[in-house]
């Protein structure tokens, strides 16, 4: 079956970056206020299953290569992974770190520990989100 | 260090995401597994070694002091559970290799068998209430994935069955954390303690155990077992004994610390009821043991009398029954994931599920038909096997107690246990053979090695009762005085 969209795909080449910039703030939000790396997780999976509808499957895997499956294990990895990085610094499992640096034109910034765990779960699920929905999708 | 006890979790966890980028290369994902299973047997055994000589340990994760962050507790009784699980996976994989096929090992199947794994050892050592259920979940999830793979249309018809009652239980199990949460503030095992011994166990709070027994008892099969004989069939056999060792164990745990550790000032109710359905639990398991012709469905039966029979420990809570309780669990572990394997494998040589169809397998395989011979023996608990000590002491508590209609209820079900495998042994075993020399499947290697480690586990274990005494012993107490667990959480 093809429908030929115009005006939806237009719309969704605008959107998806509209999307993917939200998703981008919302996880560097969610340190101190609403948001985190879950949010962003879905926000990101909801621009990638945008693409999947509005294009077809063939031409979204050809332009995004990528084994959803896999990210989602990458950022399950980054997460635990984090959490043995305590065995380093002899501290408890999954205790955080953070501290202030100055770096030119940005001035001060905080730089966390915490951000590489939040990192792993939003590829956890956008990994496990875009699984599933694809494999829904190519069930029927 | 303390970070030592959440290894047994957090290692089979990165192994597992570890293997799901190696999925091609089935050779280094088996090798991969068995290296991280042995240091985790390995890390599991230290642990147990440190907690008997130093005490209760204890890890709050990220450095939050309890009652406010999440932490794993590890006394001598999480140890040992965590050590024999391990030991169990480890021979199942062993199992695994020769029999599961490279179409399911391709599909992430050594991945699914160690999150299962880690859901069991997170579950067993984590100090917080919703920490468990998230374990549970962790294990849960897993089970759902090892009971689907394969894609046979009995898998799907009783993994669905499986699913939707897992999934119901785990919503009660939810809805109790929340009448606890708002009645206590705290999620902190050893806090939530403190705090009922100080005000007093409630009828409310009475109610709410009553829900968690309503989850356990699901999780576990204590009465509520309507689900299991047909789940534990399903999958293949290497899997089904990891379901038949591990799975209701964790129910049996969680049920035996929340009763100990929380709400233990109510026995004339809650224990009460806990007896009564262990009791249930053994009548209608030993009638279903000898209902059935299909070895499976015997063997998942067998299962059933098993829980009941590790309750009445705790049902009588005394501290010989407890001992009696924790030698039975690890007895159980270790035989009945042998008792699934040689039933499975059974099924695999002949073809046949029904026992009465098969006839003379001990003139094809003779170790075989021998080792099953042991491990009959030792579930019905004859010395000097594994089985023996448990009920001797599970009898001993429950003489003390003076709950004689238990006492009889779990020894006349040793008898139904013996006499259901003892027709199976007899019908299938002895008599005419059926399968030509020539046609003769030949047992891999394996196979039996992986049945010969859990046979000579069953005699390490009856014929070193006195060996592993003491940290039994250390087990019950800590059982018996919740004190001592609260003081090594919040005191220390």
């Known amino acids: ?140 | 260090m303390t970070n030592l006890i959440v290894l047994p979790m957090a290692l089979p966890i990165i192994i597992g995401i570890i293997l799901i980028f190696l999925r091609p290369y089935i050779k280094t994902q088996r090798a991969i597994t068995v290296i991280g299973l042995l240091t985790t047997i390995g890390i599991s055994g230290y642990i147990l070694q440190s907690v008997y000589t130093d005490g209760i340990m204890r890890l709050d994760f990220g450095g939050w002091q309890p009652p406010f962050g999440i932490l794993f507790v590890a006394d001598s009784f999480s140890a040992i559970l965590v050590l024999v699980a391990t030991i169990v996976t480890l021979i199942c994989t062993i199992y695994a290799f020769s029999s599961i096929g490279r179409e399911m090992e391709n599909m992430y199947f050594y991945s699914f068998v160690n999150f299962l794994l880690a859901g069991v050892n997170g579950s067993f050592l984590t100090g917080d209430i919703f920490n468990l259920y998230v374990n549970f979940e962790i294990m849960l999830l897993a089970s759902y994935v090892l009971i689907v793979l394969g894609g046979k249309k009995m898998q799907l018809r009783e993994s669905i069955k499986y699913v939707v009652i897992n999934i119901i239980s785990s919503w009660f199990f939810l809805v109790g954390i929340a009448y606890l949460y708002a009645q206590l503030g705290t999620l902190n095992m050893a806090h939530i303690s403190q705090l009922i011994s100080e005000s007093g166990q409630t009828p409310l709070l009475t109610i709410t155990s009553l829900v968690f027994l309503v989850v356990f008892a699901l999780k576990s099969g204590l009465l509520l077992y309507f689900w299991l004989p047909g789940s534990y069939s399903a999958p293949p056999t290497a899997v089904a004994a990891l379901f038949g060792g591990l799975l209701t164990k964790v129910g049996i745990y969680s049920m035996i610390r929340v009763f100990t550790l929380i709400f233990y000032h109510e026995t004339q109710i809650t224990h009460l009821a806990i007896g009564i359905l262990a009791g249930a639990t053994l009548i209608a398991g030993s009638i279903g043991a000898v209902a059935y012709k299909d070895i499976r469905q015997i063997v998942a039966y067998n299962v059933i009398i098993a829980v009941g029979f590790i309750l009445v420990g705790l049902a009588v809570m005394t501290q010989e029954a407890f001992e009696g309780s924790i030698y039975y669990l690890m007895h159980d572990m270790i035989a009945k994931s042998l008792l699934f394997l040689l039933a499975g494998t059974m099924i695999t040589v002949t073809g046949e599920k029904r026992f009465d169809n098969m006839s003379g397998l001990i003139r094809n395989y003779p170790a075989f038909g021998w080792m099953f011979f042991i491990v009959m023996l030792s579930l019905a608990g004859v010395p000097p096997l594994s089985g023996f000590i448990g009920k001797v002491l599970v009898g001993q508590g429950a003489i003390e107690a003076g709950s004689f209609i238990l006492l009889a209820l779990a020894f006349i079900s040793s008898i139904f246990v013996l006499y259901s495998l003892l027709r199976i042994f007899l019908n299938s075993f002895w008599g005419e053979t059926i399968i030509s020399f020539e046609d003769e499947i030949p047992l891999r290697k394996g196979w039996m090695v992986s049945f010969g480690l859990l046979t000579i586990l069953m005699f390490v274990l009856g014929l070193g009762a006195e060996y592993f005494a003491p940290y039994v012993a250390d087990a019950a107490y800590t059982l018996m005085n919740p004190q001592v667990y609260i003081d090594a959480v919040l005191n220390d």
């Open chain 1, 1 to 140: 079956m093809k429908i030929n969209n115009v005006i939806l795909r237009t719309v969704t080449k605008l959107v998806v970056f509209i999307i993917l910039t939200l998703a981008v703030y919302l996880f560097f939000a969610g340190h101190n206020s609403p948001g985190g790396g879950f949010i962003a997780g879905l926000v990101l999976a909801s621009a990638f299953v945008l693409l999947f509808i509005v294009y077809d499957m063939e031409t979204i895997k050809n332009a995004i290569p990528l084994d959803f499956k896999k990210i989602a294990a990458l950022g399950a990895f980054l997460a635990v992974g984090t959490g043995f990085g305590a065995f380093l610094f002899d501290v408890p499992f999954l205790t955080q770190a953070f501290d202030y640096f100055q770096v030119p034109f940005f001035g001060e910034i905080e730089l966390t520990t915490v951000t590489i765990f939040e990192a792993g779960v939003t590829l956890a699920v956008v990994g496990v989100v875009v699984t599933i929905i694809l494999s829904i999708s190519e069930d029927v």
